[in-house]
């Protein structure tokens, strides 16, 4: 089961930026845990993109960055190249179902 | 550097049981808990559930809570999945993650490279 919504699907031009938003809850954006942000590529394991809301593991552009407001997040995605196309889960924790909880995903499609 | 490499693929009948293993290098395997996720045909990331290698404990995802048993030999830093009465529903690639943990938070930095799981009569 998903706690965290994110929309289906996002697209944009190379070189424009896009936004893929998390929606929780109290139970766990909304109580203050932490969100991180993966980029899962066809036929490859999931890569760890931002985590602790806002911050980059080393290797990771400064053109995706994370931001997080009351009960959501978004991961932004700004200078967009064609290897960017990927689906994007976010994650966190959920205090009533005691666990590590992804969102629906989000697939970027480069137009 | 940190890796994690996991058992090949398994093709199960239904109702059989299977155990994918993930091995660890480039760290102290007791410092992490590692945790399980998988990802069925057309569906996004789902969280099984993760085990605690410096005292053994679990914590598993209530779907599947009463089929999925995790355990660790630690002299192999090698961490074990198994889950049992197997069905279509649990066709899916398998991911080990090792979680990271400090003061500000915990995530997942390191991925498996997918165990394939087929289940077919």
């Known amino acids: 089961q998903s706690v965290l919504t994110q929309p289906p699907s996002v697209s944009g031009a190379p070189g424009q930026s896009v936004t893929i938003s998390c929606t929780g809850g109290s139970s766990n954006i909304g109580a203050g845990y932490g969100v991180h942000w993966y980029q899962h590529l066809p036929g490859t394991a999931p890569k760890l993109l931002v985590y602790?809301?806002?911050r980059r593991p080393s290797g990771v552009p400064d053109r995706f960055s994370g931001s997080k407001s009351a009960t959501s997040a978004s991961l932004a995605i700004s200078g967009l190249q064609a290897e960017d196309e990927a689906d994007y889960y976010c994650q966190s924790y959920d205090n009533s179902l005691s666990g590590p909880y992804f969102g629906t995903g989000t697939k970027v499609t480069v137009l | 550097q940190i890796q994690l490499v996991q058992s090949g693929a398994e093709v199960k009948k239904p109702g059989a049981s299977v155990k994918v293993s993930c091995k660890a290098s480039g760290y102290k395997f007791a410092t992490s808990r590692i945790n399980w996720v998988r990802q069925a045909p057309g569906q996004g990331l789902e969280w099984m559930g993760w085990i605690s290698i410096a005292d053994g404990d679990t914590n598993y995802a209530p779907k599947i809570h009463d089929r999925v048993t995790m355990t660790t030999r630690t002299s192999t830093s090698t961490a074990y999945m198994e889950l049992k009465s197997l069905t279509s529903d649990d066709t899916a690639v398998y991911y080990c993650?090792?979680?990271?943990?400090?003061?500000?938070?915990?995530?997942?930095?390191?991925w498996g490279q997918g165990t394939r799981v087929t289940v077919s009569s």
């Open positions: 993650v090792r979680e990271f943990s400090n003061s500000e938070g915990n995530w997942f930095d390191t």
């Open positions: 602790a809301d806002t």
